[in-house]
């Protein structure tokens, strides 16, 4: 079995969200539909935790978001992870993601390293490889903004 946890994910507005949507329906008319999980709105991963700190996380979270503003992101890049099998679009690091990124985590150790992405595409190396050219054409940088905060259990 898998292993369970939570994951932080700031979610994208809705200018964002249609834009990426966009691309990723150029994708699929290409025929590349990828593994990712569906129905998640476009996002950005701030920090995963394990199950049982549910409670401490919802408490912090409640606290974070008293105090949340929106956070500008500029989506102008686009990149694949070590291994070939995630396609993304990224943003520009600024200090408002970071810290909020760095209030969400907790201190808790995270498996990898903080890297501002949004999943365009997961799948086979050579999937992804093949679609790159198709995102390449359809890919254009943006301004955006962190509108919300939710929890998923995966």
């Not at 200018?15 to 569906?38: C, D, H, I, R």
């Not at 595409?121 to 050579?126: A, F, N, Q, R, W």
């Amino acid at each position: 079995m898998a292993e369970s946890f939570i994951c932080l994910m700031a979610d994208l507005d809705e200018g964002v969200q249609k834009n990426m949507s966009s691309w990723y329906e150029e994708l699929q008319k290409e025929g590349f539909t990828g593994a990712q999980t569906p129905d998640l709105p476009y996002h950005i991963s701030l920090a995963t935790y394990p199950l049982e700190m549910e409670e401490e996380v919802v408490e912090n979270i409640k606290k974070v978001a008293a105090e949340f503003f929106q956070v500008e992101v500029h989506l102008s890049h686009m990149g694949m992870f070590a291994g070939g099998q995630v396609l993304f679009a990224a943003p520009e690091r600024n200090p408002e993601l970071d810290k909020l990124q760095k209030t969400c985590q907790m201190g808790v150790p995270q498996q990898y390293p903080f890297t501002p992405h949004t999943t365009i595409l997961i799948d086979k190396p050579e999937v992804v490889q093949t679609a790159i050219p198709t995102f390449v054409k359809c890919f254009r940088p943006m301004v955006g903004k962190v509108t919300r905060l939710h929890l998923c259990a995966f």
